[in-house]
């Protein structure tokens, strides 16, 4: 006996009747041939109950989950615990850490599931925190097709809207949903989230919570003994503080047998201790047990009932409700309801046993199996309520029914579809709508022989594996069902194998096989350095191996460099680490790593980095860059102030305007090497007017002078010589430039003057002597003659040749003249 508080215990253990009774006569119906159109909104399914949620949560047919990766400070349990928090990632399931394309969650149930929608929440911390987990590129949901056996994407899936930009997130809100998707119904006992990343990088994703809606497949229900009652009116009595409540309690109860109708049973209470009734607001329990026997002409054995007992101060007289009473019965036989129904007070006290009078019911209601009908009563003493019932006609038990048989596995396969562990299977049989015992249970596996057992038997046997049961009852019917599984409990088997050497370049290759009858491997990883130990910082990051790069490893000299690697498959099986040891490599002298070493500028008129020019001008500049191997010598150029000096591609430098920039070479192969020029523009000079004929006029003379000289170049050696020459020929390109200024014809006249001067004989290197003009000439002639006279030392030749010479002058003078008209 126990004792709880009143009026909620009471109302609810005779309220579930209706629903024992209708789940009872539907088993009985079991194979589908019983359907019923209308029934009690109580009893409808939500379909929009989420049956992906925890057994936390309260749900009966919680899945598996099982997930591609997870990081250590997030959780897989995050993802079906009906929690939004988007303080922090802890509250989901992340993968950062994870080099993949996508990832996966993957949701296995023990009972098949009915869905066609599924939600989906976010997170990213892209703009609330340090950016390292972006939103997912897409999603796709997958289904475990029963037919196939394999994973399917559910059809016509379609979602609501796209993740947003980074540049569109919520700078103050990290998580993002609901993403509702909708595809066509499905019905499975697996299904796949499948997360594609916008990069395949180690970024990874977070999902804050995945929901599936639908509905759950519904617990098998054993129908039991056959002698049993499908259901036992409950009874509810109530009394006072210390007044016994046994005389209340019924000497018979209303039962309803497999085959029905309702029968009044005798019924045999527990004595009622003192203290079940001693306190106001406690319920007492009482158990009674029905007697065996043949009542109407049934056939029962012993059961067991239930009787409640409440306790108030007082005893509230005002009806509320009436119980809802209901029956089954077999074709053309009359219902027989219970002609007692409970009432429910206006405290919430609830009293069995007041006599009810139903309506007639009409015969073609209850003519043939499969019909609901429903019925009304009037209850003794009570005018503003009714009594209603329900009653379902069901087909007699069939001797010929073939026994329900099951086979369960102590677990779900995991995410990939494989048992890595051998399972175990337990076998169920039961009469179903037989009454017949069940005489035999067997099993086999593949195509082995059929064994008397039912488990829990091991499966050993790898890959696609079918279990059958067999249930066979006294009347020899029987029924045979199959299930087919996929174990892989190997782990995959990895070679390695060196495949070229060419110096210290060493190239290996792996090679992994899963057996015949494995899942098959899904990838190989490599780590390649000096330790032995696979797991040791001092070798690289693991690899996905491919056939088509294979393993290129460098020796060194200095120590023996190992290959590690291991492999996985499909089932999620992982073989152990194994590597090969390609020992040390051949001592090299290294080649120098190319680089810049430095780089100059030079060019014409650069002088200590300083270039002049003048605003117009333009200088071409180089740039000579010293390299170590063989790096590019390429060079960018670049002004600092283009409106003062501008430089090509090529160097060449033109002066803009009056100021000062820096004209700069940057290698292309190291931007840290660098040269520049100072580059300093000034204003052009204001133009020299041409010389005039008087300007001229002395320069024109000493060409005449030293042209009547008839000067034989054999006589003087040949350096004098040449400069005299090139004077002269520069002074006669002077005098004949119209725009040649005066001091460019005074630098010619001195010049020449200078080369004249310098004439040195052949036998002595003397110079000659200028002869001094004769007594007889005019100021001005005696100048010309003491410029122009060749120094021989003879007094009368001096005369002679100063005639000549002023003759040459004058007709010089005359021609120059006639030029400049």
């Known amino acids: 006996m126990t004792i709880e508080s009143t009026t909620s215990a009471v109302k609810g253990g005779v309220a579930k009747r209706f629903a024992a009774l209708f789940v009872a006569a539907a088993t009985l119906l079991a194979g589908g041939v019983f359907s019923v159109s209308a029934a009690p909104s109580a009893l409808a399914y939500d379909a929009e109950t989420n049956v992906a949620l925890n057994a936390e949560k309260g749900n009966d047919n919680a899945p598996d989950v099982q997930v591609s990766y997870v990081t250590g400070w997030n959780s897989t349990a995050a993802i079906n615990d009906d929690s939004l928090d988007g303080n922090a990632s802890y509250g989901g399931w992340g993968t950062w850490g994870n080099t993949s394309a996508s990832e996966t969650a993957t949701y296995t149930w023990n009972r098949a599931v009915t869905t066609s929608k599924s939600v989906g929440y976010y997170w990213t911390n892209v703009k609330t925190g340090d950016g390292g987990v972006p939103l997912p590129k897409d999603v796709s949901i997958e289904y475990l097709n029963a037919d196939s056996g394999q994973y399917e994407t559910v059809p016509n899936l379609k979602v609501d809207k796209t993740f947003p930009a980074d540049d569109e997130l919520d700078a103050t809100n990290p998580v993002y949903g609901p993403y509702t998707y909708t595809f066509d119904q499905v019905t499975t006992k697996s299904m796949k989230l499948v997360v594609n990343k916008k990069a395949n990088d180690n970024k990874g994703i977070t999902v804050t919570e995945w929901q599936v809606f639908g509905t759950s497949a519904a617990l098998p229900v054993d129908p039991g003994d056959p002698g049993a009652f499908l259901d036992v ?35 045999t209470w527990e004595t009622v201790p003192a203290d079940a009734y001693a306190t106001a607001g406690t319920t007492a329990e009482v158990k009674g047990t029905t007697a065996a026997g043949t009542y109407d002409n049934i056939k029962v054995a012993a059961g067991q009932a239930t009787a409640t007992i409440g306790v108030y101060d007082q005893l509230n007289t005002e009806v509320t409700d009436a119980e809802y009473v209901s029956t089954i019965t077999a074709p053309g036989v009359k219902p027989v309801l219970q002609d007692t129904v409970a009432l429910t007070y206006a405290d919430g006290s609830v009293e069995s046993g007041h006599k009810v009078t139903w309506d007639s019911i009409p015969a073609a209601e209850y003519a043939e199996a499969e019909q609901v009908g429903f019925v009304e009563g009037s209850i003794e003493g009570v005018g503003n309520i009714k009594a209603e019932g329900t009653f379902f006609v069901v087909a007699p038990s069939d001797p010929k029914a073939q026994p329900i048989v099951a086979i369960d596995f102590d677990s779900a396969a995991p995410g990939s579809g494989w048992y890595t562990t051998a399972p175990k299977f337990t076998i169920t049989a039961q009469r179903g709508v037989s009454t017949v015992p069940i005489k035999t249970i067997e099993y086999k596996i593949g195509k082995g022989e059929w064994t008397s057992g039912k488990g829990p038997i091991s499966v050993t046997a790898q890959g696609s594996v079918t279990i059958s049961a067999r249930a066979t009852d006294e009347n020899d019917n029987s029924r045979e069902v199959s299930q087919t599984i996929k174990v892989d409990t190997n782990v995959p088997v990895v070679t390695a194998k060196q495949e070229s050497k060419n110096g210290n370049d060493v190239v290996v290759s792996l090679t992994a096989d899963d057996g015949a009858a494995g899942s098959g491997v899904t990838r190989v990883l490599y780590s390649t350095g000096p330790s032995s130990n696979p797991k040791s910082n001092e070798n690289t990051m693991w690899g996905t191996y491919t056939d088509e790069d294979k393993v290129k490893v460098q020796l060194s000299a200095d120590h023996d460099t190992y290959v590690h690697f291991y492999a996985q498959d499909a089932a999620g099986n992982e073989s152990d680490y194994a590597n090969i040891n390609l020992g040390k490599g051949e001592a090299v002298t290294p080649t120098p790593t190319p680089s810049v070493d430095s780089v100059a500028v030079s060019g014409d008129g650069v002088k200590d980095g300083k270039l002049a020019l003048v605003a117009g001008g333009a200088a071409q500049l180089s740039a000579e860059v010293k390299v170590t191997g063989d790096a590019a010598k390429t060079v960018s150029w670049k002004s600092s102030d283009e409106k003062v000096a501008t430089v090509d591609k090529d160097g060449k430098v033109t002066a803009v305007a009056e100021g000062t920039a820096t004209i700069t070479a940057t290698s292309m192969v190291d931007e840290n090497k660098s040269a520049s020029v100072e580059v300093t523009v000034t204003k052009p000079e204001a133009p020299v007017p041409p010389a005039t004929d008087e300007e001229r006029k002395p320069l024109a003379d000493k060409i005449a002078a030293v042209e009547s000289e008839k000067l034989n170049q054999n006589d003087y050696t040949a350096d004098s010589w040449k400069a005299y020459a090139d004077a002269l020929a520069a002074a006669k390109q002077v005098v004949e430039d119209p725009a040649a200024t005066a001091p460019q014809v ?76």
Do not use: C, F, M, Y
């Open 233 to 267: 009116q409950q009874v509810a009595v109530r009394t006072t503080p210390g007044v016994d409540p046994t005389s209340k309690l019924p000497a018979e109860v209303w039962a309803t047998p497999q085959d029905g109708p309702s029968i009044k049973v005798p019924v």
């Open 746 to 821: 005074t630098a010619a006249l001195n010049k020449l003057t200078a080369a004249h001067d310098g004439l040195a004989k052949k036998d002595s290197g003397e110079k000659p002597e200028p002869q001094k003009p004769g007594q007889d000439q005019k100021p001005d002639q005696q100048q010309n003659a003491t410029a122009t006279t060749a120094p021989t030392g003879s007094a009368v030749a001096a005369v002679a040749v100063a005639v000549v010479v002023l003759g040459a002058a004058g007709a010089g003078l005359v021609i120059w003249r006639k030029r400049r008209v």
